[in-house]
């Protein structure tokens, strides 16, 4: 699965919550750095090649949908970013996201509740 662009992100976040979509609907959803028609028309038409989308074709347009979940997404992206940014360590990134404020003591009590719970 390969690595999309901020703005393929942007336009992948429309689509799994929207679920079916012209790129009308899409553009429509953008609110800022609103590209062209045709722009983000190509910028859909490279997810599908990518294997992220599909359409159903209406005439001379097309309506798309996500083939791929954002689980899986969210998996792939996730272990990436961990292994490139972390060192492949999970307990890296927990103390990153500690020394940032990102994250609270109590969250992490609730984090620790849950790996204790699946074993």
Not at 32 to 57: C, M, Q, V, W
């Amino acid at each position: 699965m390969q690595k999309l662009t901020n703005k393929e992100e942007e336009v992948m976040h429309i689509l799994w919550r929207l679920k079916k979509a012209f790129v009308k609907d899409v553009l429509a959803e953008i609110t800022e750095d609103k590209p062209h028609y045709n722009t983000l028309s190509t910028i859909i038409r490279n997810l599908e090649e990518k294997g992220f989308l599909s359409h159903n074709a209406y005439g001379n347009t097309h309506q798309y949908y996500p083939i791929i979940e954002i689980e899986e997404y969210r998996k792939k992206f996730m272990s990436t970013a961990i292994e490139n940014y972390f060192n492949n360590s999970y307990k890296n990134m927990v103390s990153f996201f500690a020394e940032e404020n990102k994250i609270s003591a109590q969250e992490l009590r609730e984090i620790l509740e849950i790996i204790e719970q699946k074993k």
